[in-house]
């Protein structure tokens, strides 16, 4: 039988949030790779660089958010 508890447990939700800012960011940078580069904005080179960054960031505190330190 499944848990709220259980569910918590497989964190489902986190790691469904975590595939979806990798596609998402892997989607942006394979974009901007096929803009030609003398037609590269600062407003498109800023995106990516918010979206790898904030990947970046989002993957460390999955990483450090380890509830077996908790227990």
Not at 21 to 35: A, D, G, N, P, S
Request: proline share 6%.
């Amino acid at each position: 039988m499944i848990t709220p508890e259980g569910l918590d447990r497989w964190r489902i939700l986190p790691r469904l949030l975590m595939i979806t800012m990798l596609v998402m960011t892997y989607r942006v940078v394979e974009w901007f790779m096929q803009i030609p580069a003398d037609q590269v904005s600062i407003p498109q080179s800023a995106l990516v660089s918010v979206m790898t960054g904030a990947l970046t960031g989002a993957f460390g505190l999955y990483l450090g958010n380890d509830k077996s330190k908790n227990d």
